[in-house]
């Protein structure tokens, strides 16, 4: 009872603090609700010195909290395209911040009209467990070129990496311009009940639909990031192997935890033997062991290996049949390693084919012609990626124009989400909402809209009392 009494004090005061923050916050940017682009790149470049600087206490922290995380995927997949993002953004920010002129229709002149891009207030960005630096450096650059002020709600499952992050941006930036938010539940739920001026979040589906509930009570916009079942689509003629090492990487990649990751292989039916030795061959090369490889990845927590593995289980009951990827034989029980596993006849009414899956698990569905393919997919949620191995350029792009999905690649797997250039985020199931690049700047910047007129009044022939010649040429000549 003293126990549940100190615990409810605690969060008490957690959440009095949320709202602390947030109010300096608001009280602040009402004070400086501009800042020019030379103070956002100053904060850019203050940003990534931070991050270099603290790279490796930041690899360290996401190692704890996995367990064990290969410090290269560390570096490529988290630091690299953060600092890569940044670098980006102060490139292209004096372009982005100028006001875009716009056309005055001719029965409104003399007059000019132009988009002004303002910093919308206070974001607040919510981040999962899987790549808790990137997904919370990415919004947070875009966040910060709009010219925002930020609070950063870091995930429970990684409280280390949480840490790090707070140090690490107190040491850039005062409380009430980013402000990083720690803590269980309670407090995630408070903090979706603020009444940002947007928020971000980016997480699972289910989660994602509590966040938007929770943000309309205040109207507040939300971007969501969400993920699905992105699926591969193994061509006719590519040549397997070339598939078979980029969806093996792409699968790898974290132990498959990645909302990009392949989640199924539409394989053409006389090919799927071949694409399963192929992916043996690949897995097996690039993870010759799993035990102790400082290469693979560990699942984040004992919840989702159990997840993982009752996904596994019920297609086994269900009459898949399973191929795991073990290349050393090692003993493996009872750690949280998960090994790459094959997945073959399976069905929809397996859980595996259901969820989203977010560990080594690759489902392979066989197809007997293309249009079987596309009609699988599209009969099923958006996803938020979509892979096509193929070299036949008229495929390709009957692929790009005839599916739907958040993001795409051809013959490669996840490397679009690292492209500035190119907006990321889903639809309907798998997100909404887009963000990266001048996306992410324009996502969290008011785009207000000017009508500028001068001293001449031409619009007075349309005032009160109507019914003059004039009025009656207005309407033959625009009417029309």
């Not at 850019?44 to 367990?67: P, S, V």
């Not at 102060?90 to 100028?98: F, G, Q, T």
């Not at 003399?110 to 899987?130: E, H, K, M, S």
């Not at 070299?391 to 492209?419: F, K």
Request: net charge neutral; hydrophobic share 45%.
């Amino acid at each position: 009872m003293v126990a549940d009494i100190a615990y409810l004090q605690q969060q008490d005061e957690a959440i009095s603090a949320l709202n602390d923050t947030f109010a300096h916050q608001r009280a602040a940017f009402r004070v400086a609700p501009v800042p020019d682009a030379a103070e956002r790149v100053r904060q850019l470049r203050q940003l990534k010195t931070a991050l270099i600087a603290q790279q490796q206490k930041l690899i360290d922290a996401i190692n704890q909290d996995f367990g064990r995380r290969s410090s290269d995927e560390t570096r490529l997949a988290e630091l690299l395209p953060s600092v890569e993002g940044i670098n980006y953004t102060i490139k292209h920010l004096n372009a982005w911040v100028k006001p875009s002129r716009r056309s005055v229709g001719l029965a409104f002149q003399p007059a000019t009209a132009r988009v002004i891009y303002q910093p919308l207030g206070v974001v607040g960005i919510i981040v999962p467990w899987n790549y808790p630096l990137y997904l919370a450096m990415g919004p947070l650059t875009a966040a910060l070129a709009a010219g925002n002020r930020a609070m950063i709600k870091m995930s429970e499952s990684t409280p280390a990496t949480a840490a790090a992050m707070a140090d690490l941006l107190a040491t850039v930036f005062p409380r009430e311009q980013v402000a990083v938010v720690c803590g269980e539940t309670d407090i995630a739920v408070a903090f979706a009940r603020l009444p940002f001026d947007h928020l971000l979040f980016t997480g699972g589906t289910g989660i994602g639909r509590h966040v938007m509930r929770a943000a309309a009570e205040n109207l507040t916009p939300v971007t969501l990031e969400l993920g699905g079942k992105s699926p591969a689509i193994i061509a006719a003629d590519v040549p397997v192997a070339d598939a078979a090492e980029r969806i093996a990487f792409g699968k790898g990649l974290n132990a498959g935890q990645t909302c990009v990751a392949p989640d199924y292989v539409l394989c053409p039916r006389a090919r799927v033997d071949e694409l399963v030795e192929a992916l043996r061959q690949r897995f097996s090369t690039m993870y010759p062991t799993l035990a102790e490889n400082p290469d693979y990845t560990q699942i984040i927590n004992p919840h989702h290996l159990q997840r993982l593995k009752g996904y596994l289980a019920d297609a086994i009951d269900k009459g898949a049949t399973a191929h795991a990827i073990n290349p050393a034989e090692e003993d493996i029980g009872g750690s949280r390693v998960l090994p790459p596993t094959l997945l073959l006849d399976v069905t929809d009414d397996m859980l595996v084919m259901q969820d989203e899956i977010f560990g080594p698990l690759l489902p392979i569905v066989p197809y007997d012609n293309l249009e079987q393919a596309l009609a699988y997919i599209a009969e099923r949620p958006t996803p938020l990626a979509l892979y096509y191995f193929g070299y036949d350029r008229a495929e390709q792009q009957r692929i790009m124009t005839q599916t739907q999905a958040g993001g795409m690649c051809i013959n490669d797997t996840l490397l679009h989400v690292a492209q500035d250039d190119l907006p990321f985020g889903g639809k309907g199931p798998s997100g909404m909402g887009r963000y990266h690049g001048r996306e992410g700047f324009l996502t969290f910047s008011q785009a207000k809209g000017v009508y500028i007129k001068q001293r001449f009044n031409g619009a007075r022939p349309i005032y009160p009392p109507y019914g003059g010649k004039l009025l009656q040429l207005i309407y033959r000549l625009f009417i029309r």
